[in-house]
């Protein structure tokens, strides 16, 4: 970063002038609570609105067949009903419209916004069909790796997508308990997606395809690097993970970086999770320098004071105490100003965004509405955890505190200010917020239960009786107010949740299995076994003993057993087979005829233990012992069995081949369609065998077992350029091997050809392929798609 950017302006100074506009603002606001004089303009508002959303029906709807309207919530049938009853324009036109309002600060009345909203409306209609067509419980692309790199593809930021999925996955691994891991992730992606819309928002129509792709790569690095702040700023220091000795540290650092421009060094960090923020540090400096190199100067001034604004008011409402009684209204409201307003001004600095006054105060008069409404919906979480805001503080203390707003009332003061001072009462921004206000009470009621929720109006609403009579009637009878991107947030954390279970069960499994495997992999002795074969006994068990990932035989056992339906003990000798002849095709590998390796699994290598005759033995041994397992599996079909030892034959003699042009391709220049053929058959051969040995024992289709094999294939090829890639970045002790060994002998691979960027963007086509691959399949795919998911994020 550079350490000597100078401010043209002191962020303390920016934040008290902020403070000053704020407290202008509620002032407005106060005055129209305490007069009430928003109510007769308001409720006229509500009366003209719900027109269009009470609709009586007529006698013939009564006896027409209707298509029954699915639950919001299922999201592709949804869908599908509200492009079936011609609904899904008008409700993606108040979704955009309402992004464009609420993140984009845009005027719905100009027409340059309502014809973009119009093409944007256009071209989610599309997307959202077409997401629909098939699977109805398909998880947003955001989660759907493949879908979001297909999607990364057409719009040429294929680097930048990866960077981005490693980054998710560093910080879904660094989530500590005590956070809500979802909504953590959540924040980090809406984030990512609100930047990328305001820099699409900015470009020109008839921009180039490249320079499109540029902007949105910056738009992708800058996205994360500022939404990196939510979970790791906001939500760790509202959070009871860090001390308050921790907190106290964390936030002095934070300051001193917004106030100097430089991040500081942690330091000497007394508490016990130096790990932690260790991470922390790292990640927030590096998208802290992000953020300072790509801004021009202008705009990196405004994005230090806007965020010295956002954090500044933060510190504040965090430092209250709901046992506290005195604070005024000026304490409670003008900091919820300040972070709303601010959060989103650092949006637009961000991304060096062109100044805009009019922008400037629709978003500084609008940020209070969208916050006041997220914190009536968490208010009973708000007050469980002890915090204070106008909600929380008015349940706590209103019968004390008869001058204190009810924030309730200051919200429709707010949606009355917003249509008419600010938006010049206009139509469309008046039917977009009543939609979005009476859609947010209606999921609260939905949530708490009509009991819970009429008692809390109760409280909130005694003051204003005759404008909640009326919105109250709209809650119970007003449709069609219903939002895509409070769908697709439910989705998305519904589907973050899901991917975390589905997770924690492949893990379960992987454990389980490999426990099961390596418990019965070692070479029992006999009595009265030959001298000249008890060393060959004990050299194979060294290798098996091995700290190996045991993926082939762990990969057998869940198809096997999860998919299948067989008898985990039954299929014991099948396990067996398939880690005896790995484990003979990396004693081979290793050989100094051929890879001449010196470590296998953490461990010497066979032949520098012993000799070179003893490793050959030893692994024509264990293919021995891996066919004899194969004849001992009783329990099934003799047919079957008879079958799977001819493929398992036939797939050795082609690793043989494999392993023959990988030795004869040495220190030459191989083309990638070269490189893929050595590649299938040196390794995904073996995880075709492993998937395909337990379908033949099951006697499955043809057909799925093609499908299989063509995962395989795909997912093989991506473990491989995995492997390249920890070759070149990886870490020894972390591998259990040597790294650079491809580079040192002069070998061909898939970074040697392709480059660093390029070979992991064949990868992740290589993941795309095999995942697509999965959707021929007729039964549960998760532990596959989870295990694609190892293979190219793992570090060992």
């Known amino acids: 970063m550079n350490a000597h950017y100078i401010y043209h302006a002191e962020p303390e100074t920016s934040y008290r002038l902020a403070e000053e506009k704020a407290a202008q603002y509620f002032s407005t606001l106060d005055a129209q609570v305490k007069n009430q004089s928003f109510l007769p303009i308001l409720t006229h508002d509500i009366q003209l609105w719900k027109r269009s959303h009470i609709t009586q029906p007529s006698l013939l709807s009564l006896f027409s067949k209707k298509k029954k309207r699915p639950d919001s919530r299922d999201y592709g049938r949804y869908i599908q009903w509200l492009n079936y009853t011609g609904k899904l324009e008008d409700y993606l036109d108040r979704s955009v419209s309402y992004i464009y309002m609420r993140d984009l600060g845009k005027a719905l009345d100009s027409l340059e916004t309502k014809t973009r909203i119009q093409r944007i409306v256009a071209d989610v209609k599309r997307y959202v069909l077409q997401l629909t067509t098939g699977d109805g419980d398909k998880p947003p692309a955001m989660v759907d790796l493949a879908e979001l790199y297909r999607w990364s593809q057409k719009l040429g930021i294929e680097a930048s997508t990866i960077w981005l999925i490693d980054k998710l996955k560093g910080v879904a691994a660094h989530i500590p308990e005590g956070m809500n891991a979802e909504h953590a992730q959540r924040k980090l992606i809406k984030i990512v997606i609100g930047v990328m819309m305001h820099v699409y928002e900015e470009l020109d129509v008839d921009v180039s395809h490249a320079v499109r792709a540029q902007k949105l790569s910056e738009a992708i690095r800058l996205g994360y690097s500022y939404g990196l702040t939510y979970p790791f700023i906001d939500d760790l220091l509202d959070s009871y993970v860090l001390t308050p000795q921790e907190k106290e540290q964390y936030s002095h650092m934070i300051r001193s970086a917004l106030l100097t421009g430089i991040v500081p060094e942690i330091g000497l960090w007394t508490g016990s999770n130096h790990e932690l923020i260790q991470y922390i540090h790292a990640e927030l400096k590096e998208a802290f320098e992000t953020i300072a190199n790509i801004q021009n100067e202008e705009s990196k001034q405004i ?210 299995a490999r426990d099961q495997i390596n418990s019965v992999l070692k070479i029992a002795k006999e009595d009265d076994i030959s001298p000249m074969k008890e060393p060959l006994i004990d050299a194979a068990n060294y290798c098996l003993e091995g700290d190996g990932k045991r993926l082939r035989p762990i990969l057998s056992w869940a198809i096997a057993v999860n998919a299948y339906g067989l008898n985990a003990s039954e299929i014991i000798p099948l396990l067996r087979s398939i880690e005896y002849m790995h484990t003979a095709s990396l004693i081979f590998d290793d050989l100094p005829s051929q890879d001449n390796a010196s470590i296998r699994r953490g461990r010497p290598t066979l032949h520098q233990v012993h000799n070179i005759a003893t490793a050959e033995l030893t692994g024509l041994f264990l293919i021995q012992k891996a066919i004899k397992e194969q004849s001992s599996l009783k329990s099934f079909d003799p047919k079957a069995v008879l079958d799977l030892m001819q493929y398992s034959a036939h797939k050795t003699e082609e690793m043989c081949m494999g392993q023959a042009m990988d030795l004869d391709s040495k220190g030459k220049a191989l083309n990638l369609d070269q490189l893929n053929m050595i590649c299938f058959y040196k390794t995904g051969i073996a995880f075709e065998a492993s998937l395909v040995m337990p379908a033949i024992l099951a006697q499955i289709s043809g057909e799925e077992i093609e499908t299989l094999k063509k995962y395989a294939y795909h997912a093989g090829i991506a473990f491989q350029i995995k492997d390249d890639l920890l070759d070149l970045e990886g870490d020894t002790h972390v591998l259990g091997k040597p790294v650079g060994q491809d580079a040192h002998n002069n070998n061909s691979n898939f970074v040697s050809i392709l480059g660093r960027e390029g070979a992991r963007k064949e990868m992740w086509e290589h993941y795309c392929l095999a995942m697509e691959a999965l959707k021929g399949m007729p039964r549960n795919i998760a532990f596959l798609r989870h295990l694609l998911n190892y293979f190219v994020n793992r570090d060992r």
């Open 303 to 512: 994005f230090f004071e806007q965020s010295y604004v956002f954090f500044q008011a933060q510190e504040q409402d965090r430092a209250k105490n709901l046992a506290y009684p005195s604070y005024t209204n000026e304490d409670l409201y003008i900091p919820v100003i300040l972070k709303s307003s601010s959060s989103r001004q650092i949006i637009r600095s961000v991304i060096a965004a062109s100044v805009d006054d009019g922008f400037d105060h629709r978003t500084f008069c609008y940020g209070i509405y969208n916050q006041l409404a997220d914190d009536f919906a968490d208010m009973f979480d708000d007050m469980d955890n002890g915090a204070v805001t106008p909600y929380t503080y008015y349940l706590k203390y209103r019968h004390q505190r008869p001058d204190l707003i009810n924030p309730f009332e200051l919200y429709w003061a707010v949606i009355h200010h917003l249509i008419h001072g600010v938006h010049h009462s206009d139509s469309s921004t008046r039917e977009v917020i009543l939609d979005r206000a009476i859609n947010g009470l209606k999921r609260c009621k939905e949530r708490l239960g009509t009991e819970k929720y009429n008692e809390i109006m109760d409280i909130f609403a005694s003051g204003i009786p005759a404008l909640n009579k009326l919105v109250q009637q709209m809650v119970q009878k007003a449709d069609d107010v219903d939002f895509l991107d409070k769908l697709l947030r439910d989705q998305l954390v519904t589907a973050l949740r899901h991917d975390q279970k589905e997770k924690d069960e492949f893990l379960d499994t992987v454990h389980k």
